[in-house]
Nanobody, 121 residues
Framework: QVQLVESGGGLVQAGGSLRLSCAAS????????MGWYRQAPGKQRELVAT???????NYQDSVKGRFTISRDNAKNTAYLQMNSLKPEDTAVYLC???????????????WGKGTLVTVSS
């Protein structure tokens, strides 16, 4: 079984910083892209940032210059450094990874359960 576990969420004042982590574990053969999504109350889930296996990154326009995604392939872990946080960044942040499990012939998307980020004004 493959699991993604997020950590690092919490309550922070506007202008503050948080660092989220997403650790993938289990029967993993290989991980391709990893990404962070977020879902605010009453809104649809949206892409925040992604990073490919070779380190290529992509960001939603609203977080460019404030958020940085990175990964440690040796630890099967992705990170999201969030600076200059705004109240509108408040959401549940979910990790996603495109993984080929051991003894599997296909790649599949896996999701964590999410970590709550609350930014107060």
């Amino acid at each position: 079984q493959v699991q993604l576990v997020e950590s690092g969420g919490g309550l922070v004042q506007a202008g503050g910083s948080l660092r989220l982590s997403c650790a993938a574990s289990g029967s993993i053969f290989s991980i391709n892209a990893m990404g962070w999504y977020r879902q605010a109350p009453g809104k649809q889930r949206e892409l925040v940032a992604t990073v490919t296996g070779d380190g290529t990154t992509n960001y939603q326009d609203s977080v460019k210059g404030r958020f940085t995604i990175s990964r440690d392939n040796a630890k099967n872990t992705a990170y999201l450094q969030m600076n200059s946080l705004k109240p509108e960044d408040t959401a549940v942040y979910l990790c996603n990874a495109h993984i080929r499990a051991n003894r599997a012939y296909i790649w599949a998307d896996y999701w964590g359960k999410g970590t709550l980020v609350t930014v107060s004004s």
